[in-house]
Nanobody, 115 residues
Framework: QVQLVESGGGLVQPGGSLRLSCAAS?????????MGWYRQAPGKQREMVAS???????NYADSVKGRFTISRDNAKKMVFLQMHSLKSEDTAVYYC????????WGQGALVTVAS
């Protein structure tokens, strides 16, 4: 069973930056799978904020376009989310998964944007 482990969350002031990492284990197919970063804010449904194809082509939700950058390292089976110009509305638990939500969700990385 694939395990997803997110890391890199924390408390940051508005306008600050964070870099999230996601490691996937026990899969031989990571390099051909389109991966996504999702987030779930308190009281809201989980939403995808960014995705990246096996070849590295990214897509972003309008709410994060121009501020977030998704990348991946297929050799290490990792996906990253570089976040800049963070806003209070970016506060959420961030998760990674395939774009079809194929794997069991990890524990997520809590990002809190507050002064």
């Amino acid at each position: 069973q694939v395990q997803l482990v997110e890391s890199g969350g924390g408390l940051v002031q508005p306008g600050g930056s964070l870099r999230l990492s996601c490691a996937a284990s026990s899969t031989s197919f990571f390099n051909i799978i389109t991966m996504g970063w999702y987030r779930q804010a308190p009281g809201k449904q989980r939403e995808m904020v960014a995705s990246i194809s096996s070849g590295g082509g990214p897509n972003y939700a309008d709410s994060v376009k121009g501020r977030f950058t998704i990348s991946r390292d297929n050799a290490k089976k990792m996906v990253f989310l570089q976040m800049h110009s963070l806003k209070s509305e970016d506060t959420a638990v961030y998760y990674c998964n395939t774009i079809h939500e194929t794997w069991v969700w990890g524990q997520g990385a809590l990002v809190t944007v507050a002064s």
